[in-house]
Each structure stands twice: as structure tokens, then as C-alpha cells.
């Protein structure tokens, strides 16, 4: 099977048939983790240092704790005005994240004339550097050298049906076809959940202890 049907029958796992942002509203189970924490930038107006090291150690035990396995579908969805700007932000990614080609590449027609192109990963047949793409994320909204990743990355185990979705330096959601699948991140992570949205996950996961 493709990347692109796999990443279909997950979806229909899910009773969706897109990605809609932000992950935590439009999917049925959900966490959305805070992980930018303190002061973004230092005093000479450049990214904290330690401000981006706490995120990243945030998200690193978090997708650990989700994805004990790792994940096996990576997926980086995108729009374009042009056949150009699409191989210009393939050039930048394959330079910036990964030499690894994606396995699949599909261009879908959107509204105002726009393309929407979406690159799989199948996990399972390469190993891609996990760290320093969080790491950009990260920094995609503060300065970093690719924007274009600012919710852009899904990763999926299709095995446990989750998904993962660092969406910038603030935090990020985490999906699952049911709560039991994501109670030990609610009870282990449960002071890093986004305080915004706390009412709503405490009444998803009601009866549970955190």
C-alpha cells in the first residue's frame, strides 16, 4: 500500500477525510501540550537559547512517551501559488530537514487558484532526523530559516492510530481514536497541558486521575 492510501485509511479511522487546523479541535480525541515556556527572545532580540532548549526537551518526551515505537508516516502538506514556489520549498526542505526524497508527492487543486502539496515519508522504509526537524519547527515563527514549517509536519503511528502535530514554538496537539490510547500522556504531562483548553480535555478524560 502507498504512503497516500495508508495516510486515507488512517484518516477514516479518524471519521475525517483532511487535516483541518488546529488538529485539537477537528479531531474527535485530543491533548494540546503548551511547550514555549518563559521569555522568546534574549536582550539582544534573538531567540532564547533556553527558551527553545525547553521546548524541544517538552516535545522530545512528549512524541517519546506517545510513540514509544517511533512513528512510521511522516507527512509535509503545504500550499502554492506556483509550480515554483513547490520545488523551491522541496529544494529548501530536502537542503534544511532531509537529503531523503519523499516517497510520494501529490498535488491537490484548492480554492483562489492555490495547490495543496502534501510529501510522504514512509518511516518504516528510512529513518529521517526527528531532532533537528522539531528543532526548526521550533524556530519556524521566531526567526528561524524555514517558515514554511509552521504547522505543517504530522507524524503518525497507524499501528496505535496517533497523531502527532508540533505546530510552532507554542506547542502541540496530539490525536487519538480513543482517550485510553492518550491517558498516560494526560496523567504524565498533565501540568503541560495548554491551560486554555484545560476545561475541555479534563471533561474528555472525566473519571481518570491525572
Known amino acids: ?46 531567540q532564547s537559547g533556553k527558551y527553545v532548549s525547553q521546548a524541544l526537551n517538552r516535545v522530545n518526551s512528549i512524541f517519546e512517551s506517545a510513540f514509544p515505537d517511533g512513528a512510521d ?5 503545504f500550499n502554492a501559488q506556483a509550480e515554483g ?9 530536502s537542503e534544511g530537514i532531509t537529503s531523503i526524497p519523499p516517497h510520494e508527492i501529490i498535488s491537490e487543486n484548492i480554492e483562489d487558484d492555490n495547490l495543496c502539496i502534501r510529501m510522504y515519508w514512509d518511516l518504516s522504509k ?10 526548526e519547527i521550533i524556530l519556524a515563527d ?17 499501528n496505535r492510530h496517533i497523531i502527532f502535530h508540533l505546530y510552532d514554538d507554542r506547542g502541540l496537539d496530539v490525536a487519538a481514536i480513543d482517550r485510553e490510547t ?4 494526560y496523567q504524565k504531562y498533565n501540568s503541560w ?10 471533561k474528555l478524560f472525566e473519571g481518570y486521575s491525572p
Do not use: W
Not at 142 to 158: C, E, M, N, R, V
Not at 182 to 185: A, D
Open 1 to 46: 500500500m502507498t504512503a497516500a492510501n495508508i495516510f486515507k485509511n488512517e484518516l477514516r479511522k479518524f471519521n475525517v477525510d483532511k487535516i483541518k487546523h488546529p488538529v485539537f479541535y477537528n479531531f474527535p480525541v485530543g491533548i494540546r501540550f503548551e511547550i514555549g515556556i518563559g521569555e522568546v527572545y534574549n536582550s539582544m532580540g534573538k
Open 73 to 77: 508516516l511522516l507527512i509535509f502538506e
Open 85 to 93: 514556489d513547490q520545488n523551491l520549498i522541496i529544494k529548501r526542505f
Open 126 to 135: 528510512c529513518s529521517l532526523n526527528l531532532q533537528n526537524l522539531f528543532k
Open 142 to 158: 521566531i526567526g528561524g530559516k524555514f517558515p514554511g514549517l509552521t504547522s505543517a509536519i504530522y507524524l503518525f503511528d497507524t
Open 182 to 185: 492518550l491517558l498516560l500522556l
Open 193 to 202: 497541558i495548554l491551560d486554555y483548553d484545560r476545561p475541555k480535555i479534563e
